[in-house]
């Protein structure tokens, strides 16, 4: 997605964990790197920025308390200043690295001229963690002969933690971009929720996901509790919903409920329930706003529209209902599914 952007001033320190007293280890200055690292920090940087996910910078108080919005200021004012505030940023990301799973590693911190954005063109700085190295053969010709050594290094096509923020939007917080490929668990929190301290832009990808993964819940969790619904009438309304994101380029409450939903009364609980979503969660659930493709793409996945039957069978359910008839067999003592169809593939 940006893996256009160059860049010729990078910093780079080694961050341990804070609970294992790893202490950290800064640099004297800037690297120096020549045509071929340019390219190959480039790939190694920006290559693993796919999605069109944006977040801000914030601060529950104020966002003149977040630190990371500070120093980003301070270079964004004034370029010369990335080496001493690289400093104050490796420092601040120190401060967040406490948990005990939290991997020591090179933290890199570079400024790119020039980024195209939306439409517009600014400049950004990139922070970057390398937290796992691969290893790595290496051939060598000595005389005639081969000879075959193992070391350690970067796999420049596998970035661990990284953000881009541009300068624009200053005011909400900057515009960031994020990738955090390493852990899913409470480890995983510190480099988007703690260092950075990132909430979700308020735009249309935001939006989107947070309707359909509203949608999702409401008919896996909320319907089933309110309402006598089989799992293939569930199957049915989250495929529904999926497919009027799809075909729609605008989303209209009103549209979606008729269009979907249809029921009156199931209208009314999906309505009650939209609030409580938003108000437990502190997001804003809009009434209309343009879908984001790439957002329906990601969201997609969570959609299941699979009945999963002991574990003996699973029916995958991608169109008309009305073709699958649930029952019981009194005899046998067990439920069954009956599915019509025309011809066998």
């Keep these: 997605m940006f893996d256009q952007l160059i860049t010729n001033q990078i910093v780079v320190h080694f961050i341990g964990n804070k609970s294992a007293d790893e202490g950290i280890r800064l640099s004297n200055g800037k690297l120096n790197i020549d045509g071929n690292l340019k390219d190959l920090f480039s790939a190694y940087f920006t290559g693993s ?48 690295s406490t948990h005990p799973k939290i991997k020591a590693g090179e933290f890199y911190t570079a400024y ?30 000595t005389n005639g002969n ?10 420049i096509n596998k970035l661990d933690k990284g953000c881009l923020i541009f300068n624009t ?3 909400k917080g900057y515009l960031v971009a994020i990738v955090d490929s390493t852990g899913k668990g409470n480890e995983a929190h510190f480099w988007k929720d703690d260092f950075l301290q990132l909430k979700p832009r308020n735009d249309d990808y935001h939006h989107t996901q947070n309707l359909l993964s509203m949608c999702k819940n409401f008919v896996v969790d909320k319907l089933p509790e309110s ?7 569930q199957v049915d309304m989250l495929n529904r919903s999926v497919k009027f994101f799809k075909d729609k380029d605008a989303f209209s409450m009103e549209d ?29 659930i809009s009434e209309e706003f343009d879908i984001s493709a790439s957002a329906v793409k990601k969201q997609q996945r969570i ?22 008839e649930r029952g019981y067999d ?13 011809e066998e593939n």
């Design 303 to 324: 959609f299941k529209s699979v009945i999963k039957l002991d574990k003996n069978f699973h029916i995958y359910v991608h169109g008309n209902k009305d073709l699958i």
């Design 49 to 96: 920025f796919k999605s069109a996910e944006y977040y801000n910078l914030s601060h529950p108080d104020d966002l003149k308390f977040n630190e990371v919005f500070n120093y980003i200021s301070e270079i964004f004012d004034d370029p010369g200043k990335l080496y001493p505030q690289s400093i104050n940023l490796a420092k601040h990301l120190y401060e967040h």
């Design 227 to 233: 309402f006598e619904v089989s799992r293939a009438d």
């Design 256 to 284: 979606f409920t008729s269009e979907v939903i249809q029921s009156p009364e199931v209208i009314s609980a999906f309505t009650d329930y939209k609030k409580q979503y938003a108000d437990e969660r502190e997001i804003d």
């Design 112 to 141: 790119f001229y020039d980024c195209d954005i939306e439409g517009e063109t600014r400049d950004a700085v990139g922070l970057f963690k390398s937290e796992n190295k691969d290893t790595f053969l290496k051939v060598l010709n």
């Design 146 to 155: 081969f000879e075959v050594n193992s070391e350690e290094g970067i796999n």
């Design 330 to 342: 009194e005899a046998a003592g067990m439920n069954y599914y009956k599915v019509f169809f025309k």
């Design 169 to 171: 939007e200053k005011e």
